[in-house]
């Protein structure tokens, strides 16, 4: 990242933070909101959020490094994330899942990532392919993804 990107990057975390900074709960609204704009939270975005919301960079690193949807690194291609809840599962999650990580193997364009329920249990099997909800998810469906066609 070039230094002038850098400060783009800061700049624009910065008034992410102050915009959220007098709500409820701020920290994970922020920390949604950078995932959204840059696809993952860079360590550098930590102590800008630290210091905007009076907290230490452990607290929110804490925060960041708790849940497994907030990635620190870019990503580095495709993201398939599948729902293995109990109501996926009961509509074939587990097959679409193992589908997936065999077609990806070990293709460094696609990430294959588990979840728990995206609240999409009636639409089941669910998922999120790079960040899109998708319900009644087929064998087609993924594999197109993984391939990278569309569906
Ligand atoms: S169990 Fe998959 S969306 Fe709820």
């Known amino acids: 990242m070039s230094t002038t990107q850098h400060s783009e990057r800061a700049d624009l975390v910065c008034a992410m933070a102050a915009a959220h900074a ?25 102590p800008i959020i630290a210091d905007v919301l009076n907290l230490s960079t452990a607290e929110v690193h804490g925060v960041v490094s708790f849940y497994h949807d907030f990635r620190t690194t870019p990503p580095s291609g495709r ?21 997936a990580r065999r077609l990806s193997g070990s293709r460094a364009d696609v990430e294959v990532r588990q979840i728990f329920c995206l609240g999409n249990c009636a639409l089941g099997p669910s998922g ?5 909800l998708q319900g009644r998810l087929t064998a087609d469906v993924v594999t197109a993804a993984v391939e990278g066609k569309p569906s």
């Open 79 to 99: 993201v398939l994330a599948l729902c293995r809840g109990e109501a996926c599962q009961a509509v074939g999650a587990e097959d679409l899942f193992t589908t």
């Open 128 to 132: 999120m392919i790079d960040g899109v």
């Open 22 to 46: 007098d709500e409820r709960g701020p920290l994970l609204l922020i920390l949604h909101e950078v995932m959204d704009e840059f696809g993952y939270i860079d360590a550098t975005d930590i």
